[in-house]
């Protein structure tokens, strides 16, 4: 699902990401931890397609069969759009717009009908337990309602992977347990793919792999 070899990031004269190579399988997730700063944001950044590594390495990037480095910036938001999900610290919901609304915008943006959108919208938020709250808006809504939003919203264009960065980190603990139980159920049911940046040392465990970021490259003792 995902081929990344050599990436490389440089700051200026700050080298965060010394030459990263990852491999996902579908249906996989793999947890990625490590101290602050050591470069895990950038490394997800990169392969979220928000990011560009640094050119004057030999780098390459397969996420679903396409190769990602060599698409313009137009066509990087298309395939963004259609093939990933994204998923914060904190939620990045709009806060004018319902639940509901938040979850239709990436179909939107895809092209798709109001109904259709609508009806995916609809299917994922009663799938996640909130369709009580559909038509609330997000700061009517707790940390891990907004958060399951979210999650639907990462959704709805059926994407290829999910990235998520400290998902669980603004979270209860119990809210936090929900939302890990979550990603393992939509890969048991659906084959969803996850990369899962997070201190939550329960969730790097339960995880499929557990890769340790030190100094921009992973640890080789990945446990
Ligand atoms: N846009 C940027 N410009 C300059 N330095 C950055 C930028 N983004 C991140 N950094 C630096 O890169 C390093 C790694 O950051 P980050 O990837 O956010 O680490 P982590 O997510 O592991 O805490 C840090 O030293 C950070 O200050
Ligand atoms: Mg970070």
């Not at 990037?61 to 994204?86: A, H, Q, T, V, W």
């Not at 639940?99 to 996640?128: R, T």
């Not at 201190?199 to 080789?220: E, P, S, W």
């Amino acid at each position: 699902m995902i081929v990344a070899k050599n990436i490389h990031k440089k700051f200026d004269q700050l080298h965060v990401l010394k030459g990263v190579d990852l491999e996902v399988k579908k249906g996989e997730i793999v947890a990625i931890v490590g101290a602050s700063g050591a470069g895990k944001t950038t490394l997800l950044q990169i392969l979220g397609t928000l990011e560009k590594p640094s050119k004057e390495f030999a780098s390459s990037l397969l996420i679903d069969g396409d190769s990602i480095l060599s698409l313009n910036d137009k066509e990087l938001s298309i395939f963004r759009n259609k093939k990933l999900g994204f998923i914060f610290q904190f939620h990045q919901l709009l806060p004018e717009f319902t639940a509901l609304e938040n979850v239709c915008i990436p179909a939107f943006i895809a092209g798709k009908e109001k109904k259709e959108a609508e009806e995916a919208a609809h299917y994922l938020l009663n799938y996640l337990g909130l369709s009580h709250r559909s038509n609330h808006k997000p700061g009517e809504l707790s940390g891990g309602e907004q958060q399951r939003v979210a999650v639907a919203r990462a959704l709805i264009n059926q994407p290829a992977v999910i990235f998520a960065d400290e998902p669980s980190g603004n979270l209860d603990t119990q809210s936090a347990e929900n939302l890990h139980e979550l990603f393992f159920k939509l890969r048991d049911e659906f084959g969803q793919t996850f990369v899962i940046v997070t201190h939550n040392q329960t969730l790097a465990n339960m995880a499929d792999r557990k890769l340790v970021m030190k100094d921009g490259l992973f640890a080789t003792s990945e446990l």
